[in-house]
């Protein structure tokens, strides 16, 4: 749908230039104001209406009517809410973790301190401290 706009969009523009540009000029144009010619014709009526200044104002008129419209549709979908649409759907990644220990080893970790929980996680409680070794 919006292709179909956007090509009215230029059709009109090219259609609007060629009917703007096949209308005639007034008879001296600001010649006349300054002082040339026929002054008084400068501020008075226009005559009749032409069919070339009827068709001018309905093509500015659509072309007015698809340029906002193709503004309102471009805002929608503009580059920079697809870019924050995309960094949203993209999972966190979690932090590399330390080399796997050898086969043979049965070393325990030697870091204690616990992985952060992931963002949209519900955090678990801390275990139960273990009992010193003199106690059961």
Do not use: N, W, Y
Not at 81 to 93: L, M
Not at 105 to 115: E, F, H, L, R, V
């Amino acid at each position: 749908m919006i292709v179909f706009f956007t090509i009215l969009h230029v059709l009109l523009c090219v259609f609007m230039i060629f009917v703007i540009l096949l209308q005639p000029g007034k008879d001296a144009g600001m010649g006349a104001a300054l002082g040339g010619g026929a002054a008084t014709s400068a501020f008075g009526g226009r005559g009749a209406v032409t069919f070339l200044s009827k068709l001018t104002a309905v093509c500015a008129g659509l072309f007015f009517l698809t340029s906002l419209g193709l503004s309102f549709v471009g805002v929608r979908t503009s580059v920079t809410s697809g870019v924050t649409s995309k960094a949203k759907a993209a999972p966190a990644q979690a932090p590399a973790a330390a080399a796997p220990a050898p086969a043979g080893s049965a070393a325990a970790p030697t870091d204690s301190t616990p992985a952060a929980p992931a963002r949209d996680a519900e955090p678990t409680p801390p275990p139960p401290p273990s009992p010193a070794p003199g106690q059961r």
